[in-house]
């Protein structure tokens, strides 16, 4: 295990937190994403996963004696706010984080809980560069962009074989890292995209982008990114006469994108995790979840569950909420959960992870696409 760069006032001020954590009757899980700002309802997927697993395992007895307690930080998917967050939950004690969502986010905070020794498994950051710095107590329950891209590119390749592609990302890791892995799998085949160009977040008149679409031709179109944009360009895209299919990441996969573009999401072509609320061994929890009045059907409900699980599990084996010992354990060793076996890598990311295309209705549902 890594030896943490702390200065010797760091290390006692760490040691009391924990030892006051470890000895109360709960053990404190910190939830950080978006609660509010543009993508929030990915936020909200990840707490209903979060939370029904704390009151899942509670109602069995909780772990080692002790009860969980979920404690929600709002990062609105900025990386500044994500680092002030990871900040606040260091110095607040807590020792174990799910999150955070976005990659941008996520990257800057998990250097920090890299230093303090905080253990963080997010659910929802596919970015590869995350765990790419030899960080030991970083993990992930969902696939990278280096799985999500190839995968949506071979789609493109062997089913949709489109005469002019283009490519159009949102400038943010995530996005941006989508589209380059894409565009890197559809040239290998020799597809070469006719246009690769970033439209900005916030924006609202996509006239411009759609124009050259229309002039270059364009049949096809990767988006990679968040919903808001994307729905904005697909809504402006109808009206303004644009013949294109549109394919874009999970990112683009909740139903306010329905909301945002109407009909013109009708046949949108969505790269997401399998449905493990379908699964019928997850069919109780499902039912649980719809119960609180919730929505299980989010990508990344059950990711942020067995984030929760493998992190609980790894506590009742050790004995322990020690998280070097957690983390040695995790690496080591294969957990069941409700997204299925879950193995890790020596840098924290899952062994095998499944993506399944969807064609999205403008209804707000999804059917595998064929």
Not at 180 to 193: Q, R
Not at 320 to 330: G, H, P, R, V
Request: proline fraction near 5%; include cysteine; charged fraction near 20%.
């Amino acid at each position: 295990m890594k030896k943490f760069t702390r200065t010797l006032l760091s290390v006692g001020t760490a040691i009391c937190l924990y030892g006051a954590v470890a000895q109360a009757d709960t053990i404190k899980i910190g939830l950080a994403g978006p609660a509010t700002g543009p993508v929030a309802q990915y936020g909200d997927m990840q707490k209903i996963g979060v939370l029904a697993a704390i009151e899942q395992i509670n109602k069995a007895g909780g772990i080692n004696g002790m009860q969980l307690e979920g404690v929600i930080y709002d990062d609105a998917c900025d990386p500044k706010q994500a680092v002030a967050i990871a900040n606040k939950i260091v110095n607040d004690g807590i020792q174990h984080v799910v999150g955070h969502l976005c990659s941008s986010s996520t990257e800057p905070a998990a250097d920090i809980y890299e230093e303090e020794g905080v253990l963080m498994i997010t659910a929802a950051s596919t970015s590869p560069s995350i765990t790419e710095k030899g960080h030991q107590m970083i993990f992930r329950t969902i696939g990278l962009d280096s799985m999500q891209g190839p995968f949506a590119g071979q789609y493109v390749i062997n089913s949709v074989k489109p005469k002019n592609m283009a490519i159009i990302h949102d400038k943010q890791q995530y996005g941006e890292g989508l589209a380059t892995a894409v565009k890197k799998e559809v040239e290998a085949a020799g597809i070469k995209p006719v246009m690769f160009e970033g439209v900005t977040p916030g924006d609202k008149d996509f006239s411009a982008l759609i124009a050259k679409l229309k002039k270059n031709k364009v049949d096809f179109v990767y988006y990679g990114g968040y919903h808001p944009e994307l729905g904005l360009i697909l809504r402006q895209s109808k009206e303004k006469g644009l013949a294109a299919r549109f394919m874009g990441p999970e990112g683009v996969g909740n139903p306010d994108i329905s909301k945002i573009a109407g009909a013109a999401s009708e046949g949108l072509l969505v790269t997401l995790p399998q449905s493990f609320d379908k699964d019928p061994a997850n069919q109780a929890l499902v039912q649980a979840i719809v119960d609180k009045g919730e929505d299980p059907t989010g990508p990344f409900v059950f990711p942020a569950y067995s984030a929760v699980e493998v992190m609980t599990t790894a506590m009742t084996a050790t004995g322990s909420t020690d998280t070097e010992k957690l983390a040695d354990y995790i690496r080591s060793n294969t957990f069941k959960t409700t997204t299925g076996e879950l193995a890790f890598n020596e840098k924290g990311d899952l062994a095998q992870f499944s993506f399944v295309v969807y064609d999205w209705h403008a209804d707000g549902t999804k059917t595998p696409a064929k």
